[in-house]
């Protein structure tokens, strides 16, 4: 199964960071983990087009890899081991910014990604990607934060830590 796949995440990321970040970087956790959380769930992100007064997207995608309910909203457990995987492969850079980590695409990572962006495999999370970044990319970690949390109470707010989040 492509979800027990770590370069399946690890490509992801490094897409999401290009793609959704601001000149190949994301500043904090909180930021890239909601900008992600709108990538893998496309209904949802289908909503906060609704909210926001933004064209709704018109794709087949479906949630590929769950997230769990974390303190900050949706999570995925594996957010540190991928990270410290492409920092290692110096895919990326993090830097700390007070009690924030930023994450930044290193030449080589930039590379990695514009192949990926090229590649018809990656076409329809590319084009999503760019959807979710048009809309939700100016944003910052805690307004997505707020919005996940105004949006989906039930499906997210009210469920239990570390429970899976279901769409």
């Known amino acids: 199964m492509a979800d027990d796949v770590l370069e399946f995440h690890a490509s992801r990321i490094l897409l999401l ?3 959704c970040g601001t000149s190949g ?3 904090g956790l909180t930021k890239m983990a909601k900008l ?3 990538v893998r769930y496309p209904q949802f992100f289908s909503v906060a087009c ?3 007064g933004k064209q709704v997207p018109t794709q087949k995608q479906q949630v590929e890899s769950s997230m769990i309910r974390f303190h900050y909203g949706p999570w995925d457990d594996r957010y540190y081991h991928l990270l410290s995987y492409l920092e290692a492969k110096q895919l990326i850079s993090i830097t700390a910014s007070g009690k924030r ?3 930044a695409l290193t030449n080589s990572g930039k590379s990695v990604a514009i192949r990926f962006e090229k590649d018809e495999i990656f076409a329809e999370i590319v084009d999503h990607m760019k959807h979710v970044k048009k809309v939700l990319g100016a944003k910052s970690g805690s ?3 707020k919005l996940v949390y105004m949006l989906f ?3 997210v707010a009210r469920r239990t830590l ?3 989040i279901r769409k």
């Open 17 to 19: 960071i290009k793609l």
């Open 153 to 155: 109470d039930n499906e």
């Open 143 to 145: 307004a997505l934060k």
């Open 36 to 38: 992600d959380f709108f």
């Open 162 to 164: 570390g429970e899976v």
């Open 101 to 103: 980590y930023n994450l």
């Open 50 to 52: 609704e909210e926001l």
């Open 25 to 27: 970087r994301i500043e």
